[in-house]
């Protein structure tokens, strides 16, 4: 059962345009919603998170908005570039229970120059 | 400042073998996680270990699969009889001992079974 859904399964932008990635959830016990970045061949790299008593957070080019009535939260890739081109991965987990993180099934990202 | 050290970074093995995965975990840190990643696929959590100790296996497959973190010397994955369902990349990370921090993880053990 998967417990985080994401969407789209694959996305193409052009180059400075802005990459929206979504994931909603149902156990309202998550606490913790990180986003990773995944090279081919590579492990996945943090690339930012949020925890519920938070709407929005931003670092650099990336933001996470979060709704938490609706048990939904987005990644916005502003401005976006080539060398963003990778998959990204939506994530929750329950902090108090170990930390073991429930994946969505990945977004493929292709930048267009 | 190293990071998840994964060895090997692939191997290959015939039905019925044992495959042993290694990851070491980031320095100061003690807990570990162990993933899996079929093609295609998000990570699939499968153990959270801290030193000498499984705290939850809750994703790990009742048979063939075990895994172990000693005192001493990294964590240990380790399938036997592996069957072609096995292929897969296996990811390991580690988080520092407190309830916040993120985990970081390796590069992963591509495991293919022939």
């Known amino acids: 059962q998967q417990q985080v859904k994401q969407s789209p399964q694959s996305l193409i932008v052009q180059k400075g345009g802005i990459s929206i990635i979504n994931c909603a959830y149902e156990n309202t016990a998550f606490d913790y919603f990180p986003w990773y970045q995944q090279f081919p061949g590579k492990g996945p790299a943090l690339l930012i998170a949020?925890?519920?008593?938070?709407s929005e957070k931003k670092e650099g080019r990336f933001t996470i908005s979060f709704n938490k009535s609706a048990k939904q939260f987005s990644l916005h890739i502003m401005d976006s570039q080539p060398g963003d081109s990778a998959t990204y991965f939506c994530?929750?987990?329950?902090?108090?229970?170990?930390?073991?993180?429930?994946f969505g099934k990945g977004t493929s990202l292709l930048v267009t120059p | 400042n190293a990071g998840v050290m994964q060895n090997p970074r692939h191997l290959v093995r015939r039905r019925g073998q044992e495959a042993r995965l290694r990851c070491s975990p980031m320095k100061g840190h003690s807990h570990v996680y162990w993933y899996r990643q079929l093609p295609e696929e998000g990570l699939k959590f499968m153990v959270y270990l801290q030193k000498e100790n499984i705290i939850d296996e809750s994703g790990m497959p009742k048979e063939r699969f075990s895994a172990e973190f000693p005192k001493e010397g990294p964590s240990i994955l380790r399938i036997q009889q592996v069957v072609r369902g096995d292929s897969a990349a296996y990811f390991c990370?580690?988080?520092?001992?407190?309830?916040?921090?993120?985990?970081?993880f390796g590069d992963g053990t591509r495991l293919s079974i022939l």
């Open positions: 990370a580690s988080s520092p001992p407190h309830s916040n921090q993120p985990q970081h």
């Open positions: 949020i925890r519920p008593d938070v």
């Open positions: 994530a929750a987990s329950i902090t108090n229970s170990g930390y073991a993180l429930n």
